[in-house]
């Protein structure tokens, strides 16, 4: 089978071109569909009044039903986490572990305050985005869309959509705790 030169460089360059972009964390965010700046575990997703941190996801094996993904969140102004949303979840909900009683429970937290200018940092063995009911594995190295709900003081709520990347262990410089 003869394969015209253009589709095989097509076929070399753009499945490298894919891996030196994830390499580099490159990634989308947007807030109210205002383009952004790339973001990943390595840089900034910055939007309207939130900037993103460090997100990723961890990585699943063929059956696995939910896993989490963490992230530190830094707002300009007073606002709320209500919710996330992904198409590769069923269910996703921010969550809390808590010790109670000498035994470490996990449920949904609700709406987050944030301060302005401290971080809320989502991560293993604390508050974080608990995605459940996967309908598909994910693998190290893939990315997953993730969409944050935030609401400000005015009671306008803000979107910031993320493409975070997937990775067995937190990516350098972030939290390793078991989930």
Not at 6 to 34: E, N
Not at 104 to 131: C, D, F, S, T, V
Not at 146 to 166: F, H, I
């Amino acid at each position: 089978m003869h394969i015209p030169r253009r589709s095989a460089l097509s076929r070399l360059a753009l499945p490298a071109l894919a891996a030196v972009l994830w390499a580099s964390g490159a990634t989308a965010a947007s807030a109210q569909g205002t383009s952004a700046p790339a973001a990943s575990a390595a840089s900034n997703a910055k939007a309207a009044a939130a900037q993103v941190e460090g997100g990723w996801v961890r990585a699943t094996v063929a059956g696995q039903q939910g896993t989490g993904a963490f992230m530190r969140i830094t707002t300009r102004e007073p606002m709320q986490l209500l919710a996330v949303r992904t198409p590769v979840a069923g269910e996703a909900e921010v969550h809390e572990m808590k010790m109670e009683g000498g035994v470490m429970r996990m449920r949904p937290a609700g709406a987050i305050a944030l301060q302005p200018g401290q971080p809320l940092e989502l991560k293993p063995g604390g508050l974080h985005l608990m995605l459940m009911d996967l309908k598909r594995p994910l693998p190290a190295g893939s990315q997953v869309p993730v969409t944050l709900v935030l609401k400000d003081a005015q009671g306008v709520e803000r979107t910031v959509a993320l493409q975070l990347p997937v990775a067995v262990m937190a990516p350098q410089g972030l939290p390793t705790q078991p989930h």
